[in-house]
């Protein structure tokens, strides 16, 4: 048996978990409170109402009897803050508002929910802030708010809920991989390929659990699947447009690390180090200068697509690069079209 949650982009409690052979029949709600810590039987039955549940590929309600060898997946919406989350006057980037949902284009720096190091301060404060004063949005609910997640220096597109139902058709798009979401990269080295596609296992990283890293082994981890598109080669850099098929934690920064393209600037992942290029002083220079013209890794949440949860209507949001990353990318490209070695 193989069990394991995992924090991805969506922000849910995600279980797999495969049945033994000698297992006799058994409800899934009880089975899977025997299997899962701390969980209750009323999450477990929700996620059953929700279409969260599944045996292979089919929901199944909350009755069903466990057989030997079911291959279980379970998505269960977070539980309530352990504290409460207080409303902050923090700037956002909202790019569309409605009764049902928000998108915001979330700036560098800004954690989108609270944890450890980061109980104030985050997106979900300043969401609280923006809507303070709509008597049906309370920020500690985990029926509403935040759909899914980018990393703290990760920029670009995030979506919220402002209402249950909302947010139970939206986790459901993202559940069922029918959301679109690109980003831009600038990682190191030229990729030769001009399109590929990066399937790996992605676990926390045993030696650094701020980490995430890859393993061959299928029974560690969680399949991760990341398309990705070359836009531009800039001599010692190559500016890449990945696409999502899962969302993992750290996905886009592990799957380039693993091909031996490490996102520029991203110091968790080895990209902070000059990594390719030429031995001079003044190359030296100039790549510092990037560095702190990006002091983060160059990662921009481009675009997001989605089936509105109460119209239907499909719906497409489109954020440029942001001025760091710009300017990044400007003094690549003046580099290159001037040196000289």
């Not at 797999?16 to 297992?23: F, L, S, T, W």
């Not at 679109?180 to 296992?201: F, S």
């Not at 110091?267 to 030296?284: F, M």
């Not at 239907?312 to 990318?329: K, T």
Request: charged share 25%.
């Amino acid at each position: 048996m193989t069990t394991g949650s995992d924090e991805e982009d969506v922000l849910y409690e995600r279980h797999r978990i495969e049945v033994d052979m000698g297992q006799l029949p058994m409800r899934i709600d009880k089975y899977l409170m025997r299997h899962i810590p701390n969980v209750s039987r009323t999450r477990i039955q929700q996620a059953a109402e929700y279409g969260y549940l599944r045996v292979g590929d089919v929901p199944v309600k909350s009755n069903y009897k466990v057989k030997p060898e079911d291959v279980i997946t379970v998505m269960m919406n977070r539980p309530r803050y352990e504290g409460e989350i207080e409303p902050e006057d923090i700037p956002l980037d909202i790019v569309y508002e409605d009764d049902d949902l928000l998108v915001i284009n979330k700036q560098a720096g800004l954690c989108v929910h609270p944890g450890v190091g980061n109980w104030t301060g985050t997106l979900v404060n300043a969401i609280a802030w923006h809507l303070k004063d709509n008597p049906d949005y309370d920020p500690n609910n985990p029926d509403i708010g935040l759909v899914h997640r980018i990393d703290k220096d990760t920029t670009g597109l995030i979506v919220v809920a402002k209402t249950s139902e909302a947010k139970t058709s939206l986790g459901k798009q993202f559940f069922d991989k029918t959301t679109h979401r690109q980003y831009n990269a600038l990682v190191w080295g030229l990729i030769a390929e001009d399109t590929g596609t990066i399937r790996t296992q992605i676990a926390r990283d045993v030696k650094d659990r701020q980490r995430f890293a890859v393993y061959d082994d299928p029974e560690i981890g969680k399949s991760a699947v990341t398309h990705y598109t070359v836009l531009e080669r800039l001599g010692y850099v190559t500016l890449v447009q990945c696409q999502l098929e899962t969302g993992r934690t750290h996905q886009i920064r592990v799957h380039m690390k693993h091909i031996g393209h490490p996102l520029f600037s991203d110091e968790r992942y080895g990209g902070c180090e000059i990594l390719k290029g030429t031995t001079s002083g003044s190359y030296r220079q100039f790549v510092q200068g990037c560095f702190e013209a990006c002091p983060r890794q160059a990662l921009h949440a481009r675009t997001l697509g989605f089936t509105h949860p109460r119209t239907g209507q499909e719906m497409f949001f489109d954020s440029p690069l942001p001025p760091d990353m710009a300017l990044l990318l400007d003094r690549w490209r003046n580099y290159i079209a001037h040196r000289t070695t």
